[in-house]
């Protein structure tokens, strides 16, 4: 492999990412200097985060310079190496790069243990960072008990479907609020939640005056907007509420608040968290080991949606904010 | 004493509490049932969640019935009883009502102990409701640590002062946003806050960056509004927001969000938690003796705003909503 490929951010994105924003770059593969190592990439991660590092918002972590190779979480194998820590056909996953050679000083990078049962992309797709953000937001900062109410949006997708069925796991009602008949019926006959809203043909208020008429408990937050106030006005007394994704309005240049929303968070006792996963990184294999064995045992499922070609990244991740991905999203730049 | 007086709610305020919301009523003191305790009052506490009280808006407590006697915290003795729990002569505090003598079936109402070296207003102003709201609020849910910045809004109300102090000797940096020039200094010179901000001469913003240039760890809020927005766009990571009281906003009709408010909580891994004082009624003891230590050994002062006049009640109780009284707001209903 004498060429690579990597998608540059070229302009940031005034609302939803357009054509031109990112280019797709033919480029030579350097040399490997010493301390570095090559990967070569087999599937690529696709994130609601990805449109955030693309503005310069105040975030988590600095956002992706102009010229810069976009960052994303890869999946690959070494195919070079003069780094202490990685070796030639050794598979490694972390925040990298859209491309498909990754030129790395291994920062970021860590060793993937392949486990038998649990396929490269589903492995990936699961403990890379939806599998522990669903883990840690709904145990730590959700608090979930037995017989209370979980509601989470964003439902069918990478970190929904799996709040969800961890709130079975652990004996909560689960309501998922997803887009569309298909995805519905999916997280109800497929993934075992207790009942779906359609928030594109249904009233969620109402949906869930009926679902859960003593209210809500536990409210996973991932789109904001007025999905997130027809939920919060019907959280009941101590409820909790992880801040895990406000998708709907990364892109928002207004937005308005119901008047006396501050009040009821007072009145009812609301714990409102925000959280992103690396906050709980130290504990990751405590989470990867829990995620492996309840997918082992069956009692987890995890639906990706595998597009192909790294070429195509730039339509792929539109998917992630108009909803038309099923699953976590994850591009296949070259099988293994 | 054959006759009483009562303050009956006669309607529910619009907006601000208007004359004739509250009637003054003379009425015939009834004999003493079996089972009940007649108490007469020395003083009656006045809070903002009086107003909360009047309204039907969802509150903590059902709100207090049209015709009812307002709810109110008093202090007295036992002028009569034939309730097992209380005697003649004893010092009584709790939740009663606006009266001069109290009938009440015991629910609610607690002996208070007679501190050696605290006054009765001091002790009552303190440890009924303030001190316990400073003490949860801010240890509990602020969870302080040393070298950290708190901000306290109505720095120098009944919960303020205490916060701001407790604060300190937990190694804070604490600064105090109250109205007025008189009440900064107070806070400043009097009780040891680092610094205050008048919001009624300065932008609270501004002055925020300039004493707090590295941003907020803990916002004990209190009021709600733009001196909330202000304080929660300045707020650092992980820092936590104990919501007590939103009394600027009790009175709205409407309200506007900043955009992306929700996305900065996230980002910056805010957790915000709502609280009323009754949820910590377990671990009253602890309090108290905790605060009444501090007040004997010095290092807690307390400022009562005592005005005279069951009778003005209705007028006093305006102070709290227009920021004019300075310190834990009584009235002196009878002196002991």
Redesign the interface.
């Known amino acids: 492999m004498s060429k690579r490929h990597v998608w540059r951010l070229a302009r940031r994105p005034v609302g939803d990412i357009a054509d031109g924003d990112l280019v797709y770059v033919e480029e030579p593969v350097p040399p490997i200097a010493e301390g570095e190592v090559h990967v070569r990439v087999h599937y690529l991660s696709l994130d609601p985060t990805n449109r955030i590092w693309m503005s310069d918002?105040?975030?988590?972590m600095p956002p992706v310079g102009l010229g810069e190779p976009m960052r994303g979480g890869v999946v690959g194998r070494v195919v070079g190496s003069r780094h202490p820590a990685f070796q030639e056909g050794q598979l490694v996953a972390g925040l990298g790069a859209w491309t498909d050679l990754l030129v790395s000083d291994g920062t970021g990078l860590q060793h993937m243990p392949e486990i038998p049962g649990i396929s490269i992309p589903q492995a990936f797709g699961t403990f890379g960072v939806v599998g522990p953000t669903a883990y840690f937001g709904l145990l730590d900062i959700g608090q979930p008990r037995p017989g209370e109410t979980l509601v989470v949006s964003a439902a069918a997708g990478g970190v929904g479907q799996i709040v969800g069925q961890i709130g079975k796991l652990k004996g909560c009602r689960v309501i998922g609020i997803a887009g569309g008949p298909e995805k519905c019926r999916f997280i109800v006959d497929e993934l075992g939640f207790d009942a779906a809203i359609d928030h594109r043909s249904e009233d969620v208020g109402a949906a869930l005056d009926r679902l859960a008429p003593d209210g809500v408990d536990i409210n996973f937050e991932q789109v904001?907007g007025p999905i997130?106030s027809a939920v919060v006005a019907r959280m009941r007394l101590f409820g909790r509420m992880p801040?895990?994704?406000?998708i709907s309005?990364?892109n928002?240049?207004?937005?308005?608040?119901?008047?006396?929303?501050?009040?009821?968070?007072?009145?009812?006792?609301?714990?409102?968290?925000?959280?992103?996963v690396t906050?709980f990184a130290a504990r990751m294999p405590e989470c990867v080991q829990q995620l492996a064995s309840w997918m082992l045992e069956g009692r987890l499922k995890t639906r990706q949606d595998i597009r192909p070609g790294l070429d195509r990244a730039d339509q792929w991740v539109k998917l992630l904010y108009s909803g038309g991905n099923f699953g976590k999203l994850l591009v296949e730049v070259a099988p293994d």
Chains 1, 2 share one sequence.
């Open positions: 918002m105040e975030q988590y904001g997130m801040l895990c994704g406000m309005t990364y928002a240049t207004e937005a308005a608040e119901e008047p006396g929303r501050w009040t009821l968070i007072l009145m009812r006792r609301l714990t409102i968290r925000g959280f992103i906050d």
